[in-house]
């Protein structure tokens, strides 16, 4: 997706440790008319898909989760990474290792809103390591609910997530993915998609 490539280039900011900060547009300041964009683009390319939810996970998936539904007209279920009230049982939870963070936490959604019937789309902003699909993949595998792909607006093609969770069967559309970047020189290079 050019006009997303181009903003990454134009705006996005190198971090030791493989981190790539797009605070201005995606993760803290939010282009809205850009996720509108983002979202359409999702819509093109699972056209003809049966989707009749999108699931993301708190915090920076939501805003672009939430655009994209309101693309595809479906409902947003955020897995929650806060203990809430819910017994358990009333909840699905796994595991995910913070790429960003360096710690393990659960995540959880209530039962009541991932069911067999339901026909998933996952949205996520960044796949690194993959291990935020990986927890999302297993809410859906617990609840018996159908997965249909995932919409990640970023992906890093030089950490493991894209090929392990592909090589899972899992559809993943990524809109950008980046190839190397270079902290020095501020150089980004994108795969062809
Ligand atoms: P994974 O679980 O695939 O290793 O990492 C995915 C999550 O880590 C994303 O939801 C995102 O919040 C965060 N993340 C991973 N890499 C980056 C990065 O380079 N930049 C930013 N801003 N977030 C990242």
Known sequence: MKLLKDRIR??????????????SFL??????ELF?????EFKR????????KI????????????VAAEVFKVPVV??????????????????????????????????QFLNKEDKVLIIDDFLANG???????????ES?????????????????????IRSRGVRVESLAIVESMDEKTGEIVFRES
């Open 10 to 23: 134009k705006d996005g900011v190198i971090k030791e440790g493989n981190v790539l900060k797009v605070d």
């Open 27 to 32: 993760n803290h300041q939010m282009d809205v």
């Open 36 to 40: 509108h964009e983002i979202g359409l």
């Open 45 to 52: 390319r699972y056209e003809g898909e049966e989707i009749n």
């Open 55 to 66: 699931l993301t996970i708190e915090a920076s998936g939501i805003g672009i989760a939430c």
């Open 78 to 111: 955020f897995a929650k990474k806060t203990q809430t009230k819910n017994i358990a049982g009333e909840v699905y939870t796994s595991k995910v290792e913070s790429f960003t963070h360096g710690r393990v936490y659960d995540i959880r959604v209530a039962k």
């Open 131 to 141: 291990k935020a699909l990986e927890g999302l993949i297993e809410l859906i595998n």
């Open 144 to 164: 018996g609910a159908t997965l249909v792909g995932a919409g990640i607006v970023i992906e890093k093609g030089f950490q493991v997530g894209g090929e392990l």
